[in-house]
């Protein structure tokens, strides 16, 4: 049962290189998320999705786009990377909208821009 | 000022001993709080959920809500080394699709 699967681990990028992170989760769920995790700052939402086809803005989405194209799936991409988007981003997943339901995370996705 | 207000540590206790973390907050419409378990390099995983004022157990650990005072605790009681990790506290008005998040505090269970 992989549950949630974020794919790469790590990545180093240059300033103004472009890249995508993929979650797939294998629950069926509904709703999915990407946060990003920095020290002292805690979990930040970027965007999520309450469904296939829909994708909407959290806490720091300038920046990332993302898309749902397939339920089971969750796209997030820099278009021109820069130092600040340094990060650990974690994908999650939740049956229901996170408010009250369970959010299930991916390990996480290391990037470093240079 | 943090919507949610935690407390990062670091946090280092002898094996054995009782554990409190602690988080506040500012927004009355909160009425869904969770806290999360974040081993080193992995994701959080749920640990309790409560709805709304009051306590739960689960084994060796307990959630307290006090909505008067927007305060909500976690205490691990007979701390073991297995529970040295970063722990999340999380909370939702349950209209929003989302949680708000504390910054995390870091606790070593010293054997």
């Known amino acids: 049962n992989a549950g949630v699967t974020q794919t790469p681990k790590f990545r180093v990028l240059k300033t103004g290189q472009s890249m995508t992170l993929l979650c797939a989760q294998d629950?069926?769920?509904?709703?999915m998320y990407w946060y990003r995790q920095d020290p002292g700052m805690g979990l930040r939402l970027i965007h999520y999705?309450?469904?296939?086809?829909?994708?909407a803005k959290g806490e720091v989405p300038d920046g990332y786009n993302v898309s749902r194209l397939k339920k089971q799936n969750f796209l997030l991409g820099l278009e021109s990377a820069a130092p600040s988007q340094t990060s650990v981003y974690f994908c999650?997943?939740?049956f229901g909208g996170g408010g009250n339901g369970e959010l299930f995370f991916g390990e996480g996705s290391r990037l470093t821009v240079l | 000022q943090k919507e949610v207000e935690q407390d990062p540590g670091p946090l280092s206790v002898p094996e054995g001993a009782i554990v409190s973390l602690n988080c506040t907050y500012s927004?009355?419409?909160?009425?869904?709080f969770m806290w999360y378990r974040q081993y080193s390099r992995k994701g959080p995983e749920l640990l309790m959920y409560?709805?709304?004022?009051g306590n739960k157990e689960d084994g060796r650990f307990t959630a307290q809500v006090d909505k008067s005072s927007k305060y909500i605790s976690l205490f691990i009681r007979d701390s073991q080394p297995s529970d040295s990790a970063t722990y999340l506290c999380?909370?939702?008005?349950?209209?929003?699709?989302?949680?708000?998040f504390g910054s995390g505090t870091q606790l070593t269970v010293l054997p």
């Open positions: 409560t709805y709304s004022s």
């Open positions: 999380a909370m939702s008005d349950g209209s929003a699709r989302q949680l708000t």
């Open positions: 999650a997943s939740s």
């Open positions: 927004n009355s419409a909160f009425q869904y």
């Open positions: 629950m069926n769920h509904e709703y």
């Open positions: 999705s309450v469904g296939e086809g829909t994708t």
